[in-house]
């Protein structure tokens, strides 16, 4: 692939959307931005910003069904069909947008990617990691990402944060959020377990600091890779 997959992960109120549109800023400002286009195809943008659950037309009516509780009434939602979902949200992600942008050489910067299933679905609801793993490979055609930006936050403060935020006007109820605190303390250690095993693409980052550090370190981490990509 000519170009690169950069991701954001992490456990709720942990900032990764304010971080990657901070990050895209200043790839914009800093002239980053123009020296990716060089390395771009002409009809396709030089840095995008996308998501999962939800970066496809089709992702966006799943991303509904899996995270608004209010779509699902009183049926409850089984674990092994929300792995399901995530999955085919991935696969139609991965085959329509990630793939033609990256082949065109557009630096993606994505909101979640696999980690969060494995951290989710693997460490937070206890599914099978060999199982989710298939499936990642499956949804993903083996495309890995670049580069990992864990933002780690401990689980309580995480939520305070998710309740002091603006909600998401297309979630009236997230699921993912009104999980009991243990669910997130798992996942948390679900990243920290894979962090320590994909050292070479996961970097850790200290989401509890001030807004303006998290930034700061993201961009010294950033800057370390886009030179090797970027010569």
């Not at 992702?59 to 049926?75: A, P, S």
């Not at 989710?132 to 580069?147: F, K, R, V």
Request: hydrophobic residues 40%; contains cysteine.
């Amino acid at each position: 692939m000519l170009g690169k997959l950069i991701v954001f992960e992490g456990g709720e109120g942990a900032g990764k959307t304010t971080q990657l549109i901070s990050v895209q800023t200043w790839l914009n400002q800093s002239g980053w931005g123009d020296r990716v286009a060089h390395y771009t195809q002409a009809d396709f943008p030089p840095i995008v910003i996308t998501r999962e659950p939800g970066g496809t037309l089709l992702g966006k009516g799943i991303r509904k069904l899996l995270l608004d509780v209010t779509v699902t009434g009183n049926e409850r939602l089984d674990e092994q069909a929300e792995l399901l979902l995530f999955a085919a949200d991935r696969a139609q992600h991965v085959a329509s947008f990630l793939v033609p942008h990256l082949q065109a050489g557009t630096l993606v910067l994505c909101d979640r990617y696999t980690d969060s299933t494995l951290a989710y679905q693997g460490y937070g609801r206890g599914l099978d990691l060999g199982l989710i793993d298939q499936l990642n490979q499956i949804a993903t055609q083996g495309l890995e990402s670049d580069l990992t930006l864990w933002l780690d936050i401990e689980a309580d403060y995480g939520l305070a944060r998710t309740r002091q935020r603006e909600q998401d006007p297309e979630i009236q109820s997230d699921r993912m959020e009104a999980n009991e605190i243990a669910f997130h303390q798992k996942l948390r250690q679900g990243f920290a377990t894979l962090a320590q095993q994909h050292p070479q693409r996961i970097v850790r980052v200290d989401a509890q600091q001030p807004e303006a550090q998290v930034a700061q370190h993201i961009q010294e981490v950033m800057e370390q890779h886009l030179q090797e990509w970027y010569p």
